[in-house]
């Protein structure tokens, strides 16, 4: 019998039951919750008379709408009345049923996929659903983690189990050193690029080779958070030291002697030598420069060096169209370099990029320098509370401010400009997020998805550039 | 949840791959805590050419005629053809809420994205994947004669309209949930013992997934 995965060895490991439809269902070790994808599955699990099954297995936090600027006053702050309902309505719900919450007011609050890892809610081996696609952040600790619907949302609520398919493994190995310059959002975008948005529809993603194994946990939860990118729902990297140690001492991960019978089970969260995989992809990492989207899809992306295509450079008649499509969307001319291009606002944060290694190096970037005159906007939102707490103890908050940037308050923000945090119609970002879809930053906004470091280099010359060229 | 047994309607031609959830319902009509109320801003971004916001008022809104589901030959569909990764990107359920509202039953597409597929099936809107060939086929056919309709089948996993017809695949669960228009968590419930049994043998072998910063044996 062949080995297995780690996907496997998590999936068997919260096999509940399976149906005689062959469904299987599954338990959910963790569960957490926004403000945005929770209303309508409280309001079903009341109107059905049922209560959460197990309170302690949800942890919320308002992250989509909240402002990031004025939070003093929490929930009394945003102005926007609708946005206020909603995160009052979280607040209510979480009261109602017991459920811990970070308030808009309390200072772990942040991005729902940072403050997971942040707390050591998010560990090794457990699955990990929220209703939110970028979920697959969660994968980095050897977690099976996916984004779910608000159907399902109330469905965990209510059973502490998802009903499920399981998917194809597909393991993605990328070996050889990063090169200078470059980063694991680098690493995931060159990735989405070859394979496509619908490369690994179907499948649970495992990183692995040495390059993947050299990333620090920070950069793995960015690799794993635009699995679904790519189109799988979920993206893990096995255990090792890197793992153990990030999660070692934080709030909710055990202690003492539960830490080491823990640590011996995480230690087997490897895939197994002989365990098949349906789908292998290799990558020479050595090969990969910093890239920056062009057009309005995540697998739109080219190397700095590199120039807008056009047309007839794909061959496939629907790439041909989807190239047109963005050529006039994003108002590019084929055969632009992609270094040539200018920004309007920089955005750097996000459940993508807005932890402190992504904050710590755009500062280096922007240590000395200053913010291009022609750009509008240049805002820092990191991802959570203790983000920011932890880069302002750095001095990290000072770099920016004195580089012409903004120094937020932690939210989703521009990644999805459900805020005030917005691109306006016709301006172009060059963004740390993971979307670049039509409208995605707001009306008609133009955006160009890019590691922090290129974001810097972005914010500092006004149009997109070679950080490698800046260091 | 309806049950859907088969459906007739006219079939609305969407002519893009990759039609991703932050087009079928744009984020600002996320903050809206109900599952109602996103039929008039779906596609949004794509059917007005004013931006829109909640509460707006739809009829005060500048329409984009360029825009296929505007065209008068597709009023009243309820069959939304489309191209392959169909609802991809954000797992907002709202894009399913707002297709119902707006009144499609039923998408047909070569490949839909899997949180979408998800959701359309727990909300019985009912995705239906077909081969590229018969997809394009249909979208030759639509494309040249207005008012086009289908009947989508479920019970015979079929397509069937005039020159048209093909079988699809659906597994055995979603089919008969759709069907009956069963409640999916009224259905998990039913193993509620075993859940329970399970979770005491989970709390056994792995404690901490229970004891946050626990140090207990």
């Known amino acids: 019998m062949a080995g297995k995965t780690v996907y496997d060895k998590i999936w068997d490991a919260h096999v509940v039951a399976v149906r005689d439809d062959g469904m299987t269902i599954l338990y959910v070790d963790r569960h957490l919750l926004h403000e945005v994808t929770s209303p309508q599955a409280f309001e079903g699990l009341a109107l059905a ?68 890892p942040e707390q050591g809610a998010t560990l090794p081996g457990m699955t990990i659903v929220c209703g939110d696609s970028h979920t697959s952040t969660h994968g980095a ?90 189109g799988a729902r979920a993206g893990l990297v096995a255990v090792d030291d890197a793992t153990l140690n990030y999660v070692h001492g934080r709030p909710f991960a055990p202690r003492g002697a539960m830490w080491d019978r823990a640590e011996d089970y995480w230690r087997t969260l490897v895939s197994d030598a002989d365990a098949n995989f349906d789908a292998e992809i290799g990558l020479d990492a050595t090969g990969i420069v910093p890239q920056v989207t062009w057009g309005t899809s995540p697998e739109l992306v080219l190397g700095i060096d590199e120039d807008v295509p056009a047309p007839d450079d794909f061959d496939d ?70 983000v920011k707490e932890q880069a302002e103890a750095e001095g990290l908050d000072a770099i920016f401010r004195s580089a012409g940037f903004e120094w937020r308050d932690p939210g989703c923000s521009m990644c999805l400009a459900m805020n005030d945090d917005r691109l306006y119609p016709g301006e172009r970002s060059a963004a740390t997020s993971n979307r670049n879809f039509e409208g995605r930053q707001g009306h008609q906004g133009r955006t160009h998805l890019v590691s922090p470091a290129m974001a810097a280099a972005a914010a500092v010359a006004g149009y997109f550039t070679d950080v490698r060229e800046l260091a | 949840m309806d049950p859907f047994e088969q459906h007739e309607g006219t079939v609305a031609a969407l002519d893009r791959a990759n039609v991703d959830t932050d087009q079928i319902i744009p984020k600002q009509f996320l903050k809206s805590i109900r599952r109602t109320g996103f039929g008039d801003n779906l596609f949004d971004a794509w059917r007005y050419l004013d931006e829109g916001e909640i509460g707006k008022n739809a009829n005060e809104r500048r329409i984009n005629h360029d825009f296929v589901l505007n065209e008068p030959r597709y009023a009243g569909a309820s069959i939304l053809l489309a191209r392959d990764n169909f609802g991809c990107g954000s ?103 075993a859940i329970r049994e399970f979770e005491s043998r989970h709390r056994r072998r792995m404690p901490w997934v229970f004891a946050r910063g626990g140090n207990t044996r």
Request: net charge negative.
């Open chain 1, 49 to 116: 008379g049922r209560s959460p099954w197990r309170r302690d297995a949800n942890l919320a936090t308002p992250d989509h709408n909240v402002p990031t600027t004025n939070r003093a006053h929490g929930v009394d702050g945003i102005d926007d009345p609708v946005a206020k309902e909603q995160v009052l309505v979280l607040d209510d719900n979480c009261k109602r049923y017991g459920i811990e919450q970070f308030a808009m007011t309390d200072r772990r609050q942040g991005i729902v996929h940072v403050i997971g």
């Open chain 1, 141 to 230: 600790f050897a977690a099976l983690a996916h984004g779910i619907g608000t159907s399902e949302v109330e469905h965990v609520l209510a059973t502490q189990c998802l009903v499920q398919r399981k998917s194809r493994n597909m393991r993605i190995e990328v070996d050889g050193e990063l090169p200078f310059g470059t980063t694991a959002k680098d690493m995931i975008l060159n990735i989405i690029g070859r394979i496509g948005t619908a490369g690994a529809t179907g499948h649970a993603i495992e990183y692995a080779g040495s390059a993947v194994r050299a990333l620090s946990m920070e950069a793995r939860m960015t690799l794993c958070n635009m699995s679904i990118e790519a």
């Open chain 1, 317 to 386: 008649p629907a790439k041909r169209e989807l190239c047109e499509r963005a050529l006039a969307y994003m108002d590019l001319e084929p055969g632009t370099p992609i270094a040539s291009v200018p920004v309007d606002r920089v955005f750097i944060g996000s459940c993508t990029n807005g932890r402190i290694e992504d904050l710590r190096a755009a500062a280096t970037v922007l240590e000395g320098r200053r913010v291009a005159g022609s750009v509008t906007q240049a805002m820092a939102v990191p991802g959570s509370g203790l």
């Open chain 2, 91 to 193: 797992s907002r359920e709202h894009a399913v809420w707002a297709l119902q509202e707006y009144g499609f039953r039923c998408v047909i597409a070569p490949s839909f994205a899997d949180i979408f597929f998800n959701n359309s099936l727990k909300n019985g809107l009912l995705p239906v994947v077909l081969d590229k060939k018969y997809v394009d086929e249909l979208f030759g056919i639509v494309h040249h004669e207005a008012g086009y309709t289908l009947r989508v089948d479920l019970g015979a996993q079929a397509v069937l309209g005039s020159g048209f017809s093909a079988h699809f695949d659906i597994e055995s669960e979603p089919k008969r949930q759709l069907m009956e228009g069963l409640d999916d968590i009224g259905a998990t419930l039913a193993h509620a013992d």
